[in-house]
C-alpha cells in the first residue's frame, strides 16, 4: 500500500515555465487537496476536490489549476511559473467528509523558480 | 479570517522533560482539531479531537480540546531525541479544508 504518491520530489523551473505536479493514492480516497508550505506560514490550501469530476478553489488559488478526472490522481498545473510559487507542495487524501478520518500526506514536492 | 496560532515557535528542552505545545483557533465552520508531526517529509497523523474534554493519549503524546475557550494542547512526556519535529496544529472545517498554524519546532537535546 503506497498511500500518497507525488512526483517528481524536487523540480527547478525558469520564470514563465509551466508544469504539472504529479499525486497519485491507491486507497480509493474520495478527498484530495493540495497544500503549500513556505517559512513561518504553515501549510495553506491551494485547491481541493471531494470527489472525481469536482474541484474548488482553497485559500491561495491563484496561478494554479487542478482537475480530477479520476478517483486516484489528482495533478496541480502551474501554468506561468513566478518565483512566488517557489515553495514545498503537499497533496493529501482522506476518506471523505462522512468518514471522520484523517487527511494523510505525500512526502512533497520541492520547486524552486528561478 | 480563520486564525490557528500555535505557541511557542521554537521550544528546545533536555532529554526526559516534559513540554506543552498550545493551539489557539478562531475558525468558521469547526470540524475538528488535528495534531500532526513533521520530520523531514510528510506530516504524519497524531491526534483528531472533536469533543471538548476527552483527552487522547498515545504512549507519552496526549492531547486535549477546549471548545469553549477555543484551544488546544498536546503534551509530550519523558521527550526523546525522537521527538524533535515540528509540530503541526490544524483546524477542520466544513468540506474538509485544514486551516493551519505556523507550527512549533521542537528540539530534544540529548
Known amino acids: 500500500n503506497a498511500g500518497v504518491t507525488q512526483t517528481p520530489k524536487f523540480q527547478v523551473l525558469k520564470t514563465g515555465q509551466s508544469m504539472t505536479l504529479q499525486c497519485a493514492q491507491d486507497?480509493?480516497?474520495?478527498?484530495m487537496s493540495w497544500y503549500r508550505q513556505d517559512p513561518g506560514m504553515g501549510l495553506r490550501l491551494i485547491h481541493y476536490s471531494v470527489g472525481a469530476g469536482i474541484t474548488d478553489q482553497g485559500e491561495v488559488p491563484n496561478g494554479y489549476n487542478v482537475s480530477r478526472s479520476t478517483t486516484e490522481d489528482f495533478p496541480l498545473r502551474l501554468l506561468s511559473a513566478a518565483p512566488s510559487q517557489t515553495s514545498v507542495y503537499f497533496c493529501?487524501?482522506?476518506?471523505?467528509?462522512?468518514?471522520?478520518?484523517?487527511?494523510?500526506f505525500g512526502d512533497g514536492t520541492r520547486l524552486s523558480i528561478l | 479570517e480563520d486564525k490557528v496560532v500555535q505557541s511557542p515557535l521554537s521550544l528546545v528542552v533536555h532529554e526526559g522533560d516534559t513540554v506543552t505545545l498550545n493551539c489557539s483557533y478562531e475558525?468558521?465552520?469547526?470540524?475538528?482539531l488535528l495534531w500532526y508531526k513533521q520530520e523531514k517529509k510528510a506530516p504524519t497523523f497524531l491526534f483528531m479531537l472533536t469533543s471538548s474534554g476527552i483527552e487522547k493519549k498515545s504512549g507519552r503524546l496526549s492531547s486535549i480540546l477546549d471548545k469553549k475557550e477555543l484551544f488546544s494542547i498536546l503534551n509530550i512526556t519523558a521527550t526523546q531525541t525522537g521527538d524533535s519535529a515540528v509540530y503541526l496544529c490544524a483546524v477542520e472545517q466544513g468540506a474538509q479544508k485544514l486551516v493551519f498554524g505556523q507550527g512549533t519546532r521542537l528540539t530534544i537535546n540529548p
Open positions: 486507497m480509493n480516497h474520495e478527498y
Open positions: 493529501a487524501s482522506s476518506a471523505g467528509f462522512r468518514s471522520n478520518q484523517p487527511q494523510h
Open positions: 475558525v468558521t465552520n469547526f470540524r475538528s
